[in-house]
């Protein structure tokens, strides 16, 4: 079953502005991570942040977590016409599985 | 190689036939999962083995799903009597060790069109 909910399903922007895309989860997690998708296939690992890190960076990437609250926020900044993509959210518990949301797709406007 | 890979990359097959997708995980790699990925939707997860323990089978839609791993390395998903609504892109992926925070790595997927 699906724990990641994002919010929202779609986003459109013009380049050089910011993303920022939501996930919102259920239950108890070890560790929260983004991936993106191009074109409904292979999956890339953007970031994983841990239940104990509230912020982490990567490059043009802001991940937070509020475990408190139960989500997390992905930013994208100064996005890219090549950021276009599906962004997911995933969950991972002591199962050592991930649990996905149903993804944010993103459109940069060139 | 590099990374995972998965054959075919895409399968067309009617109704009733049986299929097998073959994932080939990160060397070394002892952790391999299963998702599925319908029209829209985030991932689905199906199955997951770990070295020489007894796979973790709760995802699995049905008893016509199966899956193996052979030599704790190359894993083949089996779906027998193929249904439309089986048709999905079918995602593999590796991990180095399971039980620790490290990535999973994940294969280009196999697009199943079930006619």
């Known amino acids: 079953s699906q724990q990641g909910e994002e919010d929202p399903q779609a986003l459109s922007i013009q380049e050089g502005e910011n993303a920022t895309m939501n996930c919102s989860y259920k239950?108890?997690?070890?560790?929260l991570q983004w991936y993106r998708q191009n074109s409904g296939r292979g999956l890339v690992h953007l970031i994983l942040?841990?239940?104990?890190?509230r912020e982490k960076h990567s490059g043009r990437l802001r991940v937070t977590l509020d475990t408190s609250k139960k989500s997390s926020s992905l930013l994208i900044t100064a996005s890219r016409a090549a950021d276009t993509a599906s962004y997911f959210c995933?969950?991972?518990?002591?199962?050592?599985?991930?649990?996905f949301g149903a993804g944010t797709t993103v459109t940069v406007r060139a | 190689g590099a990374g995972v890979s998965q054959s075919p990359s895409n399968k067309v097959t009617e109704k009733g036939k049986d299929v097998e997708l073959r994932c080939d995980p990160i060397?070394?790699?002892?952790?391999l999962y299963w998702y599925r990925q319908s029209l829209g939707q985030g991932l689905e997860f199906l199955i997951y083995?770990?070295?020489?323990?007894?796979?973790?089978k709760s995802g699995l839609p049905s008893d016509r799903f199966s899956a193996e791993r052979t030599g704790g390395s190359v894993s083949t998903l089996t779906i027998q009597r193929t249904q439309q609504e089986d048709s999905a892109v079918y995602l593999c992926a590796s991990r180095a060790i399971a039980g620790r925070t490290d990535t999973q790595y994940f294969g280009p997927g196999t697009r199943l069109t079930v006619l």
């Open positions: 083995f770990q070295g020489n323990s007894a796979p973790d």
């Open positions: 942040i841990r239940s104990n890190e």
């Open positions: 239950t108890s997690i070890n560790n």
């Open positions: 060397s070394g790699h002892t952790a």
């Open positions: 995933a969950t991972e518990s002591n199962d050592y599985k991930l649990s």
